[in-house]
């Protein structure tokens, strides 16, 4: 593990690792036989990871969300297309950087692919604008997904963004009438739309590219109407009280579900997504293949009947 990007409940799994890479190279230089003691050590660790991750709280699944090695969008689409071809601008604007799309096969099968994409260093996080979209990123994303429909293509959409810009020339060019015709436009797509919550899930910002036929949510993110420190600083008056927040938010996958808010829970590897992204890139395939296979069974007034009424029923309830 990175020290650098260790979060304070991996510390102690990092320092076991560290002694269990201390012991196997004592061994291999001295050529001496500690299995056994290798083999006692990443049980112990083993049991520690699934311990630690198996009772995180919900801010530190928050944290866990935002890990700085955690993969992003074009990291999936890269590592499970065999060949992906990017498409710019909203043909009104301008191309948005921090909403990106394009066509991508996966074993021969065509998708459109489209997401929020962050940075890695400042250079990136600056030329993404942080994964925060102004409107001509939603007007593209819907510009894609409308092509998807002329040609019959089904549609995946990434989502991982703290929120759609706030800064006042994305509301002079229309921030809110782009998410809300996207919403909009979206119950109206006749091709199958998979939605996947890959980090950070907040408000309209996530909503813009999330009306589907299958929503998911990876296991360590989050999806909500205000990230917990917006709501500890409105609540409280200040973000010292992020962790209080989250908790009340309810904003976990487990949450989500459990409120019916989204259709399954893709798991991740153990101790997270940034641990093992190979791994974690089989799970997004093998999910996005068995999903559209459901999906397409269905016909097209079916399909687009199904989606209207799953979000109708959202937030309905019996006294």
Request: glycine share 8%; net charge negative; charged share 30%.
């Amino acid at each position: 593990m990175d020290q650098s990007t260790l979060l304070d409940f991996e510390k102690p799994i990092a320092e076991l690792e560290a002694k269990l890479e201390d012991m196997r190279e004592l061994a291999s230089q001295n050529n001496v036989d500690v299995s056994a003691a290798i083999n006692e050590l990443e049980s112990k660790i083993t049991q520690l990871k699934k311990s630690t991750f198996e009772n995180l709280t919900r801010w530190q699944r928050v944290q866990l969300s935002r890990h700085a090695d955690r993969p992003y969008t074009l990291d999936y689409i890269y590592q499970i297309t065999d060949e992906f071809v990017e498409l710019h601008g909203d043909r009104a604007f301008g191309d948005d950087k921090a909403m990106v799309g394009g066509l991508g096969t996966i074993n021969g099968k065509t998708f459109m692919m489209i997401g929020q994409q962050k940075g890695r260093n400042t250079k990136q996080r600056q030329l993404r604008n942080f994964g925060m979209a102004n409107p001509e990123g939603y007007r593209k994303a819907l510009r894609l997904m409308q092509l998807a429909e002329k040609f019959r293509k089904p549609v995946v959409t990434f989502i991982d963004t703290p929120g759609a810009f706030p800064g006042i020339e994305a509301e002079e060019r229309g921030q809110a009438e782009a998410i809300a015709k996207n919403l909009k436009e979206m119950f109206k797509l006749t091709v199958p739309v998979i939605c996947i919550v890959i980090g950070e899930g907040a408000s309209g910002g996530a909503l813009g590219i999330a009306i589907g036929d299958s929503v998911m949510m990876l296991e360590n993110t989050w999806y909500s109407v205000i990230s917990p420190e917006s709501c500890s600083s409105i609540l409280w008056r200040s973000w010292d009280y992020k962790e209080q927040a989250a908790e009340a938010l309810k904003l976990t996958a487990k949450d989500m579900k459990s409120f019916g808010l989204i259709d399954k829970i893709i798991p991740e590897p153990l101790g997270g997504a940034h641990t093992n992204p190979q791994e974690m890139f089989e799970i997004m395939k093998k999910t996005i293949l068995e999903e559209v296979e459901e999906l397409e069974k269905l016909d097209t007034i079916t399909l687009k009947n199904n989606r209207i009424e799953k979000f109708s029923q959202m937030g309905v309830f019996n006294e």
